[in-house]
């Protein structure tokens, strides 16, 4: 592969800074919530909440142009045809200033035709609410036009292999934006008086910083890429019905992948009741799909260099990028799941109050461990009028409660996640190669699955069919489907594929025994044990993880490359 440390150094600094960009986030919202919460009150965080619900939503309209544009000028810059990029960039940039310009439009009309429909229909509405969700509605809607022509550039960027520049940018606007809202929040008496919510400065300074961001972006891009050329002269037919047709197959995806994020919600409320869905959207949603980004900001940054092998026909350099990053996929990813089993019930007791347990009266293992049945009859029950900081212990195979299989159905979405995550890269090399509408395929039968196997799993196993009917969809589509179609695509043996899989599954595997007698000596629901056991996890696991699933030549091309050494 040519320049193959300089790439792989790109890689492992895209990686880094994902990652390092996506804790950063998280941390700040968890840190500015409170703020926010205590300056606004709940009335108007809940109508910022929605109305950035709403705007959010406004993403499916830009139907997959951002992979398209993506990968075509990820392949361009591999073949070093300036022109090429410059037909792809502009017809994608473009095409999203059309789409955020008709999103807007649509948001306006919408928020008329709602504005003079809701009094005629007698709802019990506070219009004066009304007004001010639907003008933060719009100004939100503005940002949303400005920022989606960025991701042209985004695409230009990542198609450079310079995640790293894009995930700067990305962090850069964010804590911009972040504190200009604590700034706004900390000013609360002087400006409140002149707009009357604080909810309009909130939203104007958003859209005032999404104007500037511009510059941050068209900068860095052309650092990357110094012959950018933008006009509309430029934009190119034949472009357009390539981005067209690529794009058709990923909206496809990502309805799915919406199908798939909804479903279990209505059939929780359907077949059992909202406590279940809050237990739902609260626990298992916040832990498990927070981490699974967390993982996938370390894996999906292939598809660029998947698009640039292709397009230069170096399919043995392709093979060899997708073992490799199956490989870190699956150290990543093992250690995550490893984390979410082996520590979710003493992080939820610390992190939930013992009264608003989500998962309430479910005993507690680790408390429980070592006492028989006379022990427990002979305890001290709770004083009556005085609160009991012990949760009620009940039989850990009691069928008939929910909570019971609170537990067995997290480890099951767990399971389900991780050999997602595994799998992420043979994704990215079906979208890096224009082979993604064997993944829409794909995707939307395992929604379909999904939906089925929920809704039957509710029905005769109760709480713990939510986890059944994620899991056994995941098993067929990505243990057995997609394996077969990167083969295809790549040409590589079936069973070279299965070994590249299973053996660093295994090595994996191995090294969690060394966090395993950790967690069980140390572990308590306590955030400085917990902060310590999983330090002590990682150091003991990433060692051996990576001598059992790397080769020595493969440690060390990547140390070289991190070492700028030849």
Not at 45 to 63: D, H, R
Not at 251 to 275: C, E, Q, V
Request: with cysteine.
């Amino acid at each position: 592969m040519q320049d193959g440390r300089k790439i792989l150094r790109s890689l492992i600094l895209g990686s880094s800074y994902r990652f390092g960009s996506y804790f950063l986030m998280t941390l700040v919202i968890f840190l500015l919530r409170p703020v926010m919460v205590g300056t606004l009150g709940t009335r108007e965080c809940g109508l910022w909440a929605a109305a950035a619900e709403i705007v959010g939503m406004y993403s499916v309209l830009e139907l997959g142009l951002n992979t398209a544009v993506s990968r075509f000028i990820a392949a361009s810059i591999g073949l070093k045809d300036d022109a090429e990029t410059n037909r792809y960039f502009n017809t994608g940039f473009f095409l999203f200033a059309l789409v955020g310009g008709i999103v807007f439009v649509l948001s306006c009309l919408t928020i008329a035709f709602a504005s003079r429909i809701v009094p005629l229909l007698g709802i019990d509405v506070d219009m004066s609410d009304f007004r001010l969700f639907a003008v933060v509605v719009l100004i939100l809607g503005a940002q949303f036009a400005v920022e989606l022509p960025f991701r042209a550039f985004n695409g230009l960027i990542n198609g450079a292999l310079r995640q790293d520049l894009s995930a700067l940018v990305k962090t850069g606007f964010f804590l911009v934006s972040q504190g200009v809202a604590f700034l706004i929040l900390m000013n609360a008496d002087a400006l409140l008086p002149l707009f009357g919510s604080l909810l309009y400065p909130l939203a104007l300074g958003s859209l005032l910083v999404a104007c500037v961001n511009f510059f941050a972006w068209y900068g860095a891009a052309r650092s990357v890429f110094p012959a950018l050329r933008m006009t509309y002269t430029r934009i190119d037919r034949a472009a357009l019905r390539r981005v067209f047709h690529y794009t058709t197959f990923s909206f496809a995806a990502m309805l799915a992948d919406i199908a798939k994020t909804a479903a279990p919600t209505f059939l929780l409320a359907g077949f059992l009741n909202l406590s279940a869905v809050g237990q739902y959207k609260m626990v298992l949603t916040t832990l498990t799909g927070a981490l699974g980004a967390l993982v996938a900001q370390v894996t999906n940054t292939v598809s660029p260099l998947f698009s640039r092998l292709v397009a230069q026909n170096d399919h043995e350099s392709a093979r060899n990028a997708l073992f490799f990053s199956m490989k870190v996929a699956t150290v990543i990813s093992v250690f995550i799941s490893f984390g979410l089993i082996a520590w979710s019930d003493p992080f939820i007791q610390r992190w939930m109050e013992p009264d608003i347990m989500i998962y309430g009266a479910k005993s507690d293992a680790h408390a429980a461990r070592g006492k028989t049945a006379e022990t427990a009859e002979t305890e001290e029950a709770p004083v009556a009028g005085k609160p009991s900081l012990q949760r009620e212990r009940i039989p850990d195979l009691n069928p008939d409660r929910v909570n019971v299989d609170f537990m067995l159905t997290l480890y099951l979405l767990v399971i389900a996640m991780c050999l997602d995550r595994m799998q992420s890269p043979g994704t990215e090399l079906l979208y890096g190669t224009s082979n993604h509408h064997h993944y829409s395929l794909l995707n939307g039968v395992e929604a379909v699955l999904l939906f089925v196997l929920t809704a039957l799993g509710l029905k005769y196993r109760g709480f713990l069919g939510l986890g059944i009917g994620a899991l056994v969809p995941v098993i067929f589509t990505r243990g057995i489907w997609l394996p077969l179609l990167v083969c295809r695509v790549l040409g590589i043996p079936r069973h070279a594929y299965r070994r590249a899989l299973l053996f660093p599954l295994a090595g994996c595997l191995a090294a969690c025994y060394p966090p395993m007698f950790i967690t069980y000596y140390l572990v308590a629901p306590a955030y400085p044990r917990l902060f310590l056991v999983g330090t002590l996890a990682a150091c003991t696991y990433f060692p051996v993880a990576v001598l059992l699933v790397f080769t020595r030549e493969e440690r060390m091309k990547v140390w070289n490359a991190i070492r700028h050494r030849q």
